[in-house]
């Protein structure tokens, strides 16, 4: 067991690098929105415009992303989970891949939760890895490994500080949800997460488990709108 975790820390070290020194997240919590995560001035990261900044949350837009992603995890633990997934991705980027190929590390390493029907259930997470823009379109396949394409996408964000734990995760997906509702944006959230085998929310980790201050994570909600939507 020892050993395991020397090799996931060891891993998730070097795929996702120290950031800087500047203080940028209030404790644990998502007071503010707004903090490009400083990690990805050092690896590369999505890009997105920033269509709105609310009050606790702001809404983004990716125009367009592609990840690698593991199968669905059964878990209690979204921790867990993302341990387990995130050995087999960095085995991928690493070269255990159709192409022998290594891949640049990039950030973050998402997971998508499906929550249990009750506190003792496992609960279903699928955690990806950003594909770099020079692996696209046709990166190399894994076995247990999928792509995922995301055409242009809405997001409603909030981000948080320290190191993420099952107990957080919960409260800041709430606490992001009741930030959007009665706005403009609620009806395309709500739409988005009324299909039974819908993502409930994404856990976005940007940081080496290593680093204990400047830690940026975020909740993210995906949506669609309708086109010719005006803000």
Same mark, same amino acid.
């Given at each position: 067991?020892?050993?395991?975790?020397?090799? #996931?820390?060891?891993?998730?070290?070097?795929?996702?690098?120290?950031?800087?020194?500047?203080?940028?997240?209030?404790?644990?919590?998502?007071? $503010? !929105?707004? +903090?490009?995560?400083?990690? %990805?001035?050092?690896?590369? %990261?999505?890009?997105?415009?920033?269509?709105?900044?609310?009050?606790?949350?702001?809404?983004?837009?990716?125009?367009?992303?592609?990840?690698?992603?593991?199968?669905?995890?059964?878990?209690?633990?979204?921790?867990?989970?993302?341990?387990?997934?995130?050995?087999?991705?960095?085995?991928?980027?690493?070269?255990?891949?159709?192409? $022998?190929? $290594?891949?640049?590390?990039?950030?973050?390493?998402?997971?998508?939760?499906?929550?249990?029907?009750?506190?003792?259930?496992?609960?279903?997470?699928?955690?990806?890895?950003? +594909?770099?823009?020079?692996?696209?379109?046709?990166?190399?396949?894994? $076995?247990?490994?999928?792509?995922?394409?995301?055409?242009?996408?809405?997001?409603? +964000?909030?981000?948080?500080?320290?190191?993420?734990?099952? *107990?957080?995760?919960?409260?800041?997906?709430?606490?992001?949800?009741?930030? !959007?509702?009665?706005?403009?944006?609620? *009806?395309?959230?709500?739409?988005?997460?009324?299909?039974?085998?819908?993502?409930?929310?994404?856990?976005?980790?940007?940081?080496?488990? #290593?680093?204990?201050?400047?830690?940026?994570?975020?909740?993210?909600?995906? #949506?669609?709108?309708? *086109?010719? #939507?005006?803000?």
């Amino acid at each position: 067991m020892a050993a395991f975790n020397n090799l #996931f820390n060891l891993s998730f070290l070097l795929s996702l690098l120290s950031s800087s020194n500047l203080s940028l997240l209030p404790g644990n919590h998502g007071e $503010k !929105v707004g +903090v490009f995560p400083p990690t %990805c001035n050092r690896i590369e %990261c999505p890009s997105y415009d920033v269509i709105h900044t609310g009050n606790g949350f702001e809404i983004r837009r990716y125009n367009s992303t592609m990840w690698i992603s593991t199968s669905p995890i059964d878990d209690i633990s979204l921790v867990g989970a993302t341990r387990t997934a995130f050995l087999r991705l960095f085995g991928y980027i690493q070269g255990n891949n159709s192409n $022998k190929q $290594k891949i640049e590390m990039t950030a973050p390493v998402i997971t998508e939760v499906k929550p249990s029907d009750g506190p003792f259930c496992a609960s279903s997470f699928v955690v990806s890895f950003y +594909v770099p823009k020079e692996n696209q379109p046709n990166p190399p396949s894994a $076995k247990g490994l999928h792509v995922q394409k995301w055409g242009p996408t809405y997001v409603a +964000v909030r981000q948080f500080g320290g190191f993420v734990n099952d *107990d957080q995760v919960g409260e800041e997906a709430a606490s992001l949800y009741a930030s !959007v509702a009665g706005t403009i944006w609620s *009806d395309a959230i709500d739409k988005s997460y009324s299909g039974e085998n819908s993502t409930e929310y994404i856990v976005a980790q940007y940081n080496s488990p #290593f680093e204990f201050r400047n830690r940026v994570n975020e909740i993210w909600l995906t #949506f669609d709108m309708e *086109d010719g #939507f005006a803000i």
